[in-house]
């Protein structure tokens, strides 16, 4: 019972042009969510996130869009960089329960081809 | 800011052993948290402390592993006895109570059961 989905285990993209990352959840209770990068024998780190209240966080070269009617998150980066290779988590957690803990997806390995 | 630390990085143990991680979390944050990634999947939470209290605990196979901090600041996480299926990346996580730019994590422990 995957509460936050990320269905494309991986992507590739060119050096430049955009990458786009989905995220879907189950649970209607979420309404903070975030985005994580990971590289290897390192721990995830933050990247951006975004309120329930908001469709639309942008961060630099980092834009997270959501769609609350679809339960779905996506992630963009413009342009993608090769040090954007990396595996990205979707975290969904309820921000204004006090510090509960994040449910996140099973990452999208993004690579970015020079 | 030093960021949470863990240690030991990296653990072979053969199974029915059993293993012991430690974390030290940044200073002044009141949440810790101890989660499990298989490869292949996303980040799972075992436990989460408030201070040196349990909060959730309900994912924790109590049969075989244990955590506890101490004094509200370090914590560890043991495995006893190890099954082939606890080979994991075991994550320690802290979080001020505002937690507007999330968790912050430490690099892991990868643990190798044979």
């Known amino acids: 019972d995957q509460q936050v989905k990320q269905n494309s285990p991986s992507l590739s993209v060119q050096e430049g042009r955009i990458s786009i990352l989905n995220c879907d959840y189950t649970?209607?209770?979420?309404?903070?969510f975030l985005w994580y990068k990971k590289y290897p024998a390192e721990g995830p780190t933050f990247l951006i996130s975004?309120?329930?209240?908001?469709d639309k966080n942008e961060d630099g070269r980092f834009t997270v869009f959501l769609n609350k009617s679809a339960k779905h998150l996506s992630l963009h980066i413009v342009p993608s960089q090769p040090g954007d290779s990396a595996v990205y988590f979707c975290?969904?957690?309820?921000?204004?329960?006090?510090?509960?803990?994040?449910?996140f997806g099973k990452g999208t390995r993004l690579s970015v081809i020079a | 800011e030093a960021g949470v630390a863990q240690s030991p990085r990296y653990k072979i143990i053969e199974k029915r052993q059993s293993v012991a991680f430690w974390c030290n979390p940044i200073?002044?944050?009141?949440?810790l948290y101890w989660y499990q990634q298989i490869l292949g999947q996303g980040p799972k939470l075992l436990i989460q402390?408030?201070?040196?209290?349990?909060?959730?605990d309900s994912q924790l196979p109590k049969d075989r592993f244990s955590a506890e901090r101490l004094k509200g600041v370090d914590s560890t996480l043991k495995i006893q006895p190890a099954k082939l299926e606890d080979s994991a990346v075991y994550l320690c996580?802290?979080?001020?109570?505002?937690?507007?730019?999330?968790?912050?994590f430490g690099s892991g422990t990868r643990l190798t059961v044979v």
């Open positions: 996580a802290s979080s001020s109570l505002d937690r507007i730019y999330g968790y912050t």
């Open positions: 649970n209607s209770m979420f309404d903070y």
């Open positions: 975004i309120s329930s209240i908001k």
């Open positions: 975290a969904a957690t309820l921000r204004n329960s006090g510090n509960t803990p994040l449910v």
């Open positions: 200073s002044g944050h009141a949440t």
């Open positions: 402390f408030q201070n040196n209290g349990v909060v959730d």
